[in-house]
């Protein structure tokens, strides 16, 4: 196994940041856009280019709620995220066994 | 996972070079820490609790002890213990609140549930405690074994039970420790059962919260 059978859209520091910190979330939990940019230290506009890419992927769920000020986002790792991430970090320990 | 002393802004946020081992490195630090601010009982709680619990039990216990015929806790002491108590529940509210903030979803709900749960086997003890003093039992039981190692029989028994089909082990085994605790010193009699709850029931928290510095980081 080589560095780039890892999932390239994981393998990245600010979205594997992002990705674990969601992992670390109870299954069917989300987390507000303030908390989570609280959690990892990432800019608004970085983290939400970097969400957008997750989302795409089907990798992270965002539901946006209320108007206006009183609006709220909030996000959460799909099934197929949390898979990929197990399938990201069983690969990475292979790869790091293999080392 | 190997654990390198790197840190997140050491890396490349491109994801143009990111090597494994730094990737691995990142893992570790960033769930460790989404981990801790997610703790809803973090080690410092555990240490303040073994505190409390000193405190509580032991104010009882300096009421309690050399009195013959036994007649239970002064006023004095019941109001350190539940003194201590209402500072420790206000603790235990912020440290909830700052965990959960921003948190939703199906754990919120589990949460309502679990509360209300544990509040009715709480309310249990107190109701029951009411029955045994109806009956006529003696003050050494009704102001003594009883109200010092019941609850953590009852509530202990329900927490080991619910941690176990939780399948989290560290809490099933701590909440089971205390009720062993419990039954092993309500065999010491009505003044004693006090002192051995508090010096356990510390020595237990405190081995909690060292084991989860341990375990956890």
Known sequence: MSAQELDPLIHVPARLRIVATLAALPEGDAVSFPRLQDMIGLTPGNLITHLRKLEEAGYIDTEKTGNGSASRTSVALTRAGRSAFEMYTEALRGLLGGL | ?217
């Open chain 2, 1 to 217: 996972m190997p654990t390198h002393n790197h840190t997140h802004e050491a890396v490349p946020d491109n994801g143009g070079e990111l090597d494994p081992r730094d990737a691995a490195a990142l893992l570790d630090q960033t769930t460790r820490r989404a981990e801790r601010q997610l703790d809803l009982h973090p080690p410092v709680l555990m240490l303040v609790a073994a505190l409390v619990v000193l405190i509580a039990y032991g104010a009882i216990w300096l009421s309690v002890r050399n009195q013959h015929p036994y007649t239970g806790p002064t006023l004095g002491a019941l109001g350190v213990l539940y003194a201590t108590l209402a500072a420790f529940g206000v603790l235990v509210a912020v440290v909830t609140r700052r965990a959960i903030s921003g948190i939703g979803g199906r754990s919120s709900q589990r949460r309502r549930g679990e509360a209300i749960a544990f509040a009715v086997a709480w309310t249990s003890v107190y109701v029951f405690q009411g029955a045994l003093h109806h009956a006529g039992a003696s003050h050494a039981i009704a102001y003594g074994i009883y109200p010092a190692a019941a609850p953590l029989i009852i509530v202990g028994s329900a927490a080991a039970a619910y941690e176990a089909a939780k399948e989290n082990w560290e809490w099933s085994g701590f909440a089971c420790a205390a009720v062993v605790l419990a039954c092993v010193g309500a065999f010491t009699g009505p003044e004693t059962v006090w002192a051995v709850m508090g010096i356990g029931l510390a020595t237990l928290l405190l081995a909690r919260a060292a084991s989860r510095i341990w375990l956890h980081g």
